[in-house]
């Protein structure tokens, strides 16, 4: 094979698969690749949008976002539409937004690093759009001093951006936060700074802070498996209606599941993304053709916590249980078909009248359908069945936080007025601080990816007796470590065939050639590998080849080399010139 190798090597082919099998074992093992999920808090939708005051045409937001856990990568997600109580998501109609310069800030070091998408510094946000968000290009942890990117860590979101005279805005993440902001003002009155650490600036003429900001989801990917990502679906009650606290009892914002992203100390966040909305019930989100791009969030969770029913069923009590069963089936489907791995659903809490503020049992009369043996039962008793048949992971039981510890159909009360709610359906402060206890437990209860297609899950089906089972061990000693058996879907035991190794191809007859290639085994259920291929001509100077099509090509070259779907035969061919070319397989986890 001269085309691959200096003629003076003049190497048998059995020794060429031999040093590029050396080759893939010098190439880098790094940490797992994880999905692109939710990886801090503070982000939601829009839930409202805002005429901009006469002369403004620019604005300012700042947002704090504390990680859920060790990321490997960051990524923005900016939205322009949405979800209002008319029960279906609704583009900015009016204009577009431009995003001028948008950067992350970390708190601990104060580095700033800015944000591009496809390259640019500005991301058009056109009116009218269907698209449920646009991201921004991911930033690797690499490029952050001061140590990996660990729990807890505060990261400031800064935007700087304009709209046109007479436009309007989506809001929706809270900024009343200490540090949070969303101005807008006269563009003519910028300071033109942007990339910078701390607060807003000063700016002449704005319009005072503002309580809510740009809809945004925070994502990237975390380091490791096992960390929650998070998203709450619901109506008023879940996003915190009542919590007159709003919107700053707790740095990651209002209402229970907020406020259960973090511990009585502030500390130890749960990744978080709200899609809840006042006023809204499950048949909205249950049927597609109202809510589309609320679907395509699904994908970044692999919680939810689901709490609809209370609007479904209404005050009087003349909603149809079966109807709203059914629509709660159909989202945590939803949710299924998109990967989240559990479900939390919230039981019916009561609601009720009150002669005398809701400060004593004997003063509530509750509602039609919503006492004993009436509907509100008859949907907590389907969902118990419900989470006995696996359709939910967790029933979080709200009664014996909230209810009368003597009538579960009355709110719990201490003698006070509205202690543990405001006016019969929301809950208060109080009850808030006391559901998000109970909602952290619950969520602290679950174990996630704990069935992820990854190295720790393929390392339990194997018999290692007294063999090193860790991914570089050598369980046989042929040379071959564990990762790479599990890689290239080898039994770690079994002598490695030469059909087990990568191997080397030269086309000199398919058009666009000649063409040196590598062929690989992929294991098909190894979903924390990444696979790279990477070319060097004089073996210490290595580049990954970057798959373009034309110059560069990868393709499937049997899709089950081993007929029971275990794993498929990949060939990069990389179109060459030089007499003197080398291939690696690297495998990065």
């Given at each position: 094979m001269p085309a691959l190798f200096p003629a003076r090597l003049a190497l048998h082919p059995r020794h060429l698969k031999a040093l590029l099998f050396a080759l893939c074992l010098a190439a880098p093992v790094l940490r797992a690749v994880e999905p692109v999920r939710i990886v801090a808090t503070g982000g939601r939708i829009a839930t409202f949008t805002s005429s901009v005051r006469t002369g403004d045409t620019a604005f300012r937001h700042r947002t704090p976002h504390l990680l859920g856990g060790p990321v490997a990568e960051i990524q923005i997600g900016f939205m322009d539409w949405f979800y209002p109580s008319s029960d279906a998501e609704i583009a900015n109609t009016t204009n577009d937004v431009t995003i001028n310069h948008a950067w992350l800030?970390?708190?601990s070091t104060g580095q700033v690093v800015p944000l591009t998408f496809s390259g640019s510094r500005q991301l058009v946000l056109p009116m009218n759009s269907t698209a449920p968000y646009w991201l921004s290009d991911a930033i690797p942890s690499s490029v952050?001093?001061?140590?990996?990117?660990?729990?807890d860590e505060v990261f400031w979101l800064n935007v700087q951006g304009a709209f046109p005279e007479g436009g309007k805005c989506v809001l929706g993440t809270p900024t009343a936060t200490t540090g949070g902001n969303f101005i807008t003002y006269p563009g003519g009155n910028d300071p033109g700074t942007f990339d910078t650490a701390g607060a807003v600036p000063a700016i002449t003429g704005?319009?005072?802070?503002?309580?809510f900001g740009l809809p945004v989801i925070f994502l990237g990917r975390f380091a490791e498996p096992g960390h929650l990502s998070v998203m709450g679906v619901g109506d008023s009650i879940l996003?915190?209606?009542?919590?007159?606290?709003?919107?700053?009892?707790?740095?990651t914002g209002f209402g229970f599941l907020n406020r259960a992203a973090i511990d009585a100390n502030g500390a130890n966040a749960i990744a978080m993304f709200n899609l809840t909305r006042h006023a809204q019930t499950a048949a909205s989100l249950a049927d597609a053709s109202r809510t589309p791009r609320q679907r395509e969030l699904f994908k970044f969770a692999n919680v939810v916590v689901e709490e609809y029913g209370t609007n479904d069923l209404g005050?009087?009590?003349t909603g149809v249980t079966a109807t709203i069963l059914s629509r709660l089936e159909t989202i945590w489907g939803l949710a299924r078909n998109a990967g989240v791995q559990k479900i939390v659903r919230t039981t019916l809490m009561p609601r009720t009248n009150s002669t005398d503020a809701w400060a004593t049992p004997e003063g509530q009369t509750p509602n039609t359908g919503w006492g004993a043996d009436g509907k509100r039962d008859t949907i907590n008793a389907a969902l118990q069945d419900a989470l006995a048949a696996g359709k939910i992971d967790v029933l979080l039981d709200t009664l014996p936080v909230l209810a009368d510890p003597d009538d579960s159909h009355r709110w719990l009360t201490d003698g006070t007025a509205r202690y543990a709610t405001t006016d019969g359906t929301h809950v208060s402060v109080a009850g808030n601080a006391l559901l998000a206890t109970a909602l952290r437990s619950a969520l602290l209860s679950l174990t996630v990816d704990e069935n992820a297609p990854n190295y720790a899950n393929w390392s339990k089906t194997v018999d290692w007796g007294s063999a090193d089972a860790s991914p570089e061990?050598?369980?046989?000693?042929?040379?071959?470590t564990n990762l790479l058996s599990y890689?290239?879907?080898?039994?770690?035991?079994?002598p490695v065939g030469s059909a087990g190794l990568p191997a080397v191809t030269v086309d000199t007859t398919t058009a666009g050639g000649p063409w040196l290639g590598l062929e690989y085994r992929v294991n098909s259920f190894a979903g924390d590998l990444v696979y790279t291929v990477s070319t060097s001509t004089d073996l210490a100077t290595w580049t990954a080849v970057v798959i373009d099509g034309v110059d560069a090509i990868s393709e499937i070259a049997d899709p089950d080399p081993d007929g029971d779907g275990s794993a498929i035969l990949r060939r990069v061919r990389l179109h060459y010139t030089t007499p003197a070319c080398f291939l690696r397989l690297g495998v990065r986890r």
């Open positions: 800030e970390r708190a952050w001093t001061g140590g990996p990117l660990a729990r704005n319009s005072g802070r503002i309580k996003d915190g209606t009542g919590d007159s606290n709003n919107p700053i009892p707790v740095p005050s009087g009590g061990g050598d369980a046989n000693g042929d040379g071959v890689a290239l879907d080898l039994d770690p035991f079994a």
